[in-house]
């Protein structure tokens, strides 16, 4: 790939001094996403960085589901992101794994940590706890549970668990120092009880461990060795440090934090998605205008153009926002070789052609893409009859205005010369006809050099033609207003978003195509199958991308 980046990022480089240093044998990487939400550009980063470095080191990639906190987690979930995972091409082979499945060596782990005095049982309640962890200024207060024997902490943690307690009574905390500048290492809670029932173990938990016990213990039994994460667990990483050596596990992985993937005027938010979603402003979390990885497959996007994206943005450890123009550039220059390109009117107005013999029919070559031999051809019909775009053709054309006027000629692409000759108008004074002749002798590829013309249209041939549904998008929010509103927090939505086209014409050619197949219309833009509403009676196409842009790549 031209664009590629050469130089190692920083991962990459701490990895190979892992490796190097004897630190780890192998390389072992996770995508760990909880069930709550469908996946969006940001989790395609996480994956295929992830999954990157497994492949580029030989190493091994696991799929695992962060299934530790039942009240938001769905199966339906589970199932989106295994298929967007499966699409993006990370390939976890045999490694899928649900962290409810560690439930009972986490468990263990609490109690050897009881056992060697490094964790209590804390009857404070959740306002005294907050109230006794200090502040970034101030240090904390040790809780007046935290000297307990290991005994009766065992005891009370086995009440906990057996469900003697009333969910959010009891906690069990580790006793780290609740003087630490560091507040995640305040004697933070490890377990909670909370009578929820698991998609996974049902009801046989009624304590749950949080996020920052669990996530390490996850990687750890997974001998994962490098457990990426995004920025805001930087401050967690000595508590994660913390649980790995104090639960002694043979093989401790290593956090590693890089900045996360922000577009700029786009929602990633899961609550903003589901407001959409729920007022029926978007038809689901695949909506074309969202950039979940299922409305960006729907749309057109590919895993090519997603990877080349997440390449071009690299991995950082600063936050910082990237233009939704350079997806739209990746999607551009994917597409760009590997599509046919394909004549489609959106904005039918007929052109007949006087001289053209009626009834006749040739079929021209037309090559499917003119930098891609390899395409090949395909025929398409030529008649009479013919819709060309309302906005290639004016009665009264501007200065500069090279396309069909009365009295100028064009060719038509892959076609013939034409001369507008006349035209007709309803009683409102649109355009209903434009009346042309051809020259025969001006066949496209027939050799001919004889005089010039400046502008090229293109055209479909009317009695052949496919009607089709084409459904046009901007971005969902307005980016002049900025994504939400100063006043409230709610989204500024642009109202333009979506323009549906329910009669456009395009060349037979689209007969039997099928969802997620995508074109270039040439002189328009990059389109692609619906697969959501597209039925045997009605085809609908998406715009992927318009092939104009002021777009340039990032030096
Ligand atoms: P939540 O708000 O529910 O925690 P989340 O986006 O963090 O949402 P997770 O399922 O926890 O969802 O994320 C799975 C993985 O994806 C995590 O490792 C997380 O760091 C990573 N990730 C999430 N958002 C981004 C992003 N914008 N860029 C890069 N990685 C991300
Ligand atoms: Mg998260």
Not at 143 to 151: I, L, M
Not at 336 to 342: G, I, N
Not at 543 to 549: C, G, H, M, N, T
Request: hydrophobic fraction near 35%.
């Amino acid at each position: 790939m031209e664009n590629e980046v050469v130089s190692k990022n920083f991962i990459e480089q701490e990895i190979e001094k892992d490796l190097k240093e004897g630190k780890y044998e192998t390389v072992c990487t996770r995508f760990p996403p909880e069930p709550n939400g469908y996946l969006h550009i940001g989790h395609a980063k996480s994956i295929l960085l992830n999954y990157g470095l497994a492949q580029k080191y030989n190493g091994t990639f696991h799929m695992r589901f962060d299934d530790t906190n039942p009240t938001k987690e769905k199966m339906e979930f589970v199932e989106s992101i295994k298929e967007d995972i499966k699409w993006l091409g990370a390939d976890w082979g045999e490694h899928l794994y649900y962290a409810s499945d560690y439930f009972h060596i986490m468990y263990e782990c609490a109690l050897k940590l009881i056992k060697k005095g490094k964790a209590y049982v804390c009857d404070l309640t959740p306002d005294e706890i907050r109230e006794y962890r200090g502040t970034l200024t101030e240090p904390g207060k040790n809780s007046p549970y935290r000297e307990r024997s290991v005994e009766e902490n065992l005891r009370l943690f086995e009440m906990m668990k057996n469900g003697e307690f009333k969910d959010g009574e009891r906690v069990l905390r580790a006793k780290i120092d609740m003087a630490s500048p560091n507040i995640n290492m305040r004697d933070p809670i490890l377990y909670r009880v909370a009578r929820m029932t698991h998609h996974n173990t049902g009801d046989q938990w009624c304590i749950y461990p949080m996020y920052d016990f669990a996530h390490p213990i996850e990687d750890a039994v997974e001998k994962i060795t490098h457990s990426i994460c995004t920025l805001e667990f930087e401050d967690h990483r000595p508590l994660y440090d913390w649980v790995v050596r104090e639960c002694e596990f043979d093989h401790p992985p290593r956090q590693i934090e890089f900045a996360k993937l922000y577009l700029t005027n786009v929602i990633t938010g899961k609550r903003y998605i589901k407001k959409l979603v729920e007022d029926g402003i978007v038809d689901g979390w695949d909506d074309p205008r969202l950039v979940s990885i299922a409305a960006l497959r729907r749309r057109g996007f590919t895993p090519e153009s997603i990877k080349m994206f997440v390449d071009l943005c690299g991995v950082s450890k600063s936050n910082s926002s990237v233009d939704y123009a350079m997806l739209e550039y990746c999607i551009r220059e994917d597409l760009k070789m590997k599509r046919p390109r394909m004549m489609a009117v959106l904005d039918p107005v007929k052109l007949v052609i006087d001289n053209y013999p009626e009834g006749e029919v040739e079929y021209l070559d037309v090559a499917n893409n003119l930098e891609n031999e390899e395409l090949g051809i395909r025929k398409v019909p030529f008649c009479r009859e013919l819709y060309i775009e309302r906005e290639d053709f004016m009665e009264e054309p501007p200065k500069k205005y090279f396309r069909l006027f009365p009295g100028n000629e064009v060719r038509l692409m892959h076609a013939y010369f034409v001369k507008c000759v006349g035209l007709e108008k309803d009683e409102n004074g649109n355009v209903t006809v434009v009346h042309c002749t051809y020259d025969p002798e001006t066949k496209c590829g027939s050799g001919f050099t004889g005089r010039k013309v400046k502008g090229t249209i293109h055209w479909v041939p009317a009695p052949y033609a496919v009607k089709a549904e084409v459904r046009l998008y901007e971005n969902i929010v307005d980016e002049e207003k900025g994504v939400y509103n100063k006043e409230d927090g709610s989204l500024n939505l642009n109202p333009n978003s979506l323009t549906v086209v329910d009669n456009a014409y395009l060349e037979p050619s689209f007969d039997g195509v099928k969802p997620y197949d995508s074109f270039q219309f040439v002189r328009n833009g990059y389109y692609c199958v619906d697969a959501k509403d597209t039925t045997d009676e009605k085809l609908v196409f998406n715009r992927i991308v318009s092939l104009k842009s002021s777009f340039k790549l990032p030096k």
